[in-house]
Structure formats: structure tokens, C-alpha cells
């Protein structure tokens, strides 16, 4: 059974809304079978999940996969944030409706960091990706961010950039990152695109340009490193990948390798790997020369959806529920069966779909092949073989973490 720490170990993402006013040409709301959630987070649920979640979080991220901008309640949520002391929090936003209304309860709160995504160093490939934003918007927003700071003689909020790596833009990534220097960003992430089957975008995946993808993102370690910047960028893919083109990449079960381990080409252990993405992520795992389970997210992380439910990452593709804080406290949902079972599976390396095939944008590793597997080809298997869990082994698992 898990102890129920009372320290700040944890890392929160909420999302108080489903909805975006952008479709990314490779973000599920661009999915020609999406159906847009329109639940909207109230205040009363809020307070409760900030109440029970909050007082143990070092890390609070008030956005996960839709546009915090949207949600009615995003300046309680940040409140709340500096009322339960949490160290650090902050929202990834596209900037489309960031106004200096937002920017000025930001600095009241003392946000210490604000994310803008970009994608592209061109207006023109910037605006084919990002449908319908418009680049001189988005750029302006950085000077806004700026300027009132300068107003309120404040340096923070802190500005970072979050780029999904893509084929079509890549080329623009040192001229993006020489801008985001100018605009006073200090801070950047980059990820490599998960694929979303039927989308048409497998074409766009940097699986197939290894050596472009690690040239362009050595000249931009080399150019960050050169001007104090601090970029996170994922580990080298391994070049001999490079003969998987479009819809041809393997499952796990399939020969694709396991997206939580290292691949046949890797040059990184699982203790480098986990270190580096445990830091990305800014999760309480210790650094070691041997880590015994594939990710830590179970342990340290909990995703909270508009409607309370409760995801153990932002990339849990299967769709399952780990708990509701409509009904549930934070204590019954960290040790019921789901976040129990899922701990063990990790512990003893026996992996569900999700996560052999868990996607590079998030802890899936870019060295193995199963990570840029569609995930609509596993997203239905992984579900089914997750409801299997019978009312009597759930059962079980409940006696067992019982008092």
C-alpha cells in the first residue's frame, strides 16, 4: 500500500475545460471524429480538488491538453495556488487570448512561469500548423508579458516555450529559438509529435528525418547553451529508424519494441533515461544508478480532468478512470484499485497497451519504435484488456490497501 504523504510530492495537471478555439493540425481536436467536451469545471469542484491536492503538490500546472484561456475559473484556480503556497505553478497556453487583464492576475498571484506554444520560426508554417491562430497575435504576446512586467517592476512571471517537433517545420526550429531569445524567453521544451491515427500525419513524423531531427537539435543545444537559454529536447533518435515510413510503425506487440524501455540502436540506459525525463517533468523521483520500475508517474503524478475524473498521465489513451473527486477524496483514489494495479504492473515491468506504446511527447522514449505507433491502433485493445479487471480482482485490490 502507498503512504498517503503529507510533503509536497506531487505533480498536478487540471484541466478545467475540454475545449480549445485552435485545431493543431496534429492535436486530437483537429480529429475529423472528435466530439468536444463541454463540460466546463465549476467553482465548488474546484475548491475541492485544489483543497485536496494542492497542500501535497510541488508543481501545479493549471492546462493539460486544452486551452486554459477558456476556463471561466482560471483566475480562482491561480488564487488557489498561491493561497495553499504551492512553490511552483504556472499554465501552457497558445496566447490567443492572452490579455493583459490574465497577465496582471498573473503577476498578483506571483505565478513564477508562463508557457506560450509555438511550433514553427516562420509565420507562414506557424499559421499552416496552428489553424486558425495568427503569428503577429501570438508574437505580440510575449511583448505584452513584457511590458507588464516592466509596468508592475516585476521579473516574474517567467516566460517558456513548449515546440512539438514535426517534419514540415523543423527547419525553422533555429530561427524559432533565436526569436524566443529576443522576446526574453529563458526556458524551452521540445517534444517530438505523437501520432494520431486517421489523421494523415505519420508523414510528419521525424521517426523517418533521424539525422536532420539530431543535427538541428545539436545546433539549437549548441546556440541555448551559447546564450544561457535552457532547452529540454529529447534524446538523439537512432538513425537506423529511419527505414519506418508513414503508417508502417510496429505496436510493441508487433516487433516495435517496448516505448518504456531502450530500443536495440539506444545510447541511454533506463537510469539516464528516467533521470532526464523525471527532471522534464519535474517529478520527486530520486536520481540513481538503477531505477527499478519503467516510469514514476503513478507515484508522483495525478491528471484531473474537467469533470473531476482522474487520469494517472496526460497521456492515458485508454481512457479509463482512476477515481472522480465528485464522489472520492484524494486518499480513496490514490490507494484504490486502479492507481494499485497500475503500480504493480510498472513495478513488474507487465505493461498494458498504453503503456508499451506510450507516445514521445510524453514518457515514451524516442529510441524505440513503439512510441510513434498510432494510437488509435492500440487505444481500443488497451481499454478492452483494462476493463478485464473483474469486480472480484478490483475486489481484492481494495481489501488489500484497506486499513
Known amino acids: 500500500m502507498p503512504k498517503v504523504r503529507e510533503e509536497r510530492f506531487l505533480r498536478v495537471k487540471l484541466d478545467m475545460v475540454g475545449r480549445c478555439q485552435l485545431k493543431c493540425i496534429m492535436c486530437h481536436f483537429a480529429h475529423p471524429e472528435f466530439v468536444e467536451n463541454k463540460t466546463t469545471m465549476g467553482r465548488e469542484l474546484l475548491e475541492k480538488v485544489a483543497d485536496d491536492l494542492f497542500p501535497r503538490a510541488h508543481d501545479v500546472v493549471l492546462s493539460s491538453s486544452a486551452e486554459p484561456l477558456m476556463a471561466p475559473e482560471l483566475p480562482r484556480a491561480l488564487e488557489l495556488c498561491k493561497e495553499h503556497g504551492v512553490p511552483n505553478f504556472h499554465f501552457s497556453t497558445n496566447g490567443m487570448s492572452l490579455t493583459e487583464k490574465i497577465i496582471d492576475k498573473v503577476i498578483e498571484v506571483e505565478m513564477p512561469l508562463i508557457t506560450i506554444s509555438i511550433d514553427a520560426g516562420e509565420k507562414e508554417v506557424f499559421e499552416r500548423i496552428r489553424t486558425p491562430a495568427k503569428w503577429d497575435r501570438v508574437i505580440s504576446r510575449f511583448d505584452l508579458i513584457n511590458e507588464r512586467k516592466r509596468a508592475h517592476g516585476v521579473d516574474r512571471p517567467e516566460i517558456s516555450a513548449t515546440s512539438v517537433l514535426m517534419k514540415s517545420s523543423i527547419h525553422t526550429i533555429p530561427t524559432l529559438v533565436r526569436l524566443m531569445h529576443e522576446k526574453g524567453v529563458r526556458y524551452m521544451n521540445f517534444v517530438h509529435m505523437a501520432v494520431i491515427g486517421g489523421m494523415d500525419m505519420e508523414k510528419e513524423s521525424l521517426l523517418n528525418e533521424p539525422k536532420l531531427c539530431n543535427d538541428i537539435m545539436r545546433e539549437v543545444q ?56 523525471n527532471r522534464e517533468f519535474l517529478l520527486k523521483a530520486k536520481q540513481g544508478k538503477r531505477h527499478n520500475r519503467p516510469c514514476y508517474f503513478p507515484w508522483y503524478y495525478i491528471h484531473v480532468n474537467p469533470e473531476g475524473t482522474v487520469f494517472p498521465c496526460g497521456s492515458w489513451w485508454e481512457h479509463t478512470i482512476f477515481g472522480d ?46 512510441s510513434f505507433a498510432q494510437r488509435a491502433k492500440f487505444r481500443a485493445r488497451a481499454r478492452a484488456a483494462a476493463e478485464r479487471l473483474s469486480a472480484a480482482t478490483a475486489r481484492r485490490l481494495t481489501a488489500a490497501v484497506s486499513p
Open 222 to 277: 549548441a546556440y541555448a547553451d551559447s546564450v544561457g537559454m535552457q532547452i529540454v529536447r529529447p534524446i538523439d533518435l537512432p538513425e537506423s529508424n529511419a527505414d519506418i515510413v508513414d503508417a508502417d510503425v510496429p505496436e510493441s506487440d508487433e516487433g516495435g519494441g517496448n516505448a518504456l524501455m531502450p530500443g536495440e540502436q539506444s545510447q541511454v540506459s533506463v537510469d539516464e533515461y528516467l533521470d532526464h525525463k
Open 325 to 370: 473527486f465528485k464522489t472520492q477524496t484524494f486518499e480513496e483514489i490514490w490507494t484504490g484499485p486502479q492507481f494499485t494495479e497500475l503500480r504493480r504492473q510498472l513495478f513488474h515491468h507487465e505493461l498494458r497497451a498504453t503503456c508499451a506504446n506510450c507516445a514521445v511527447s510524453n514518457m515514451g522514449r524516442p529510441d524505440v519504435k513503439a
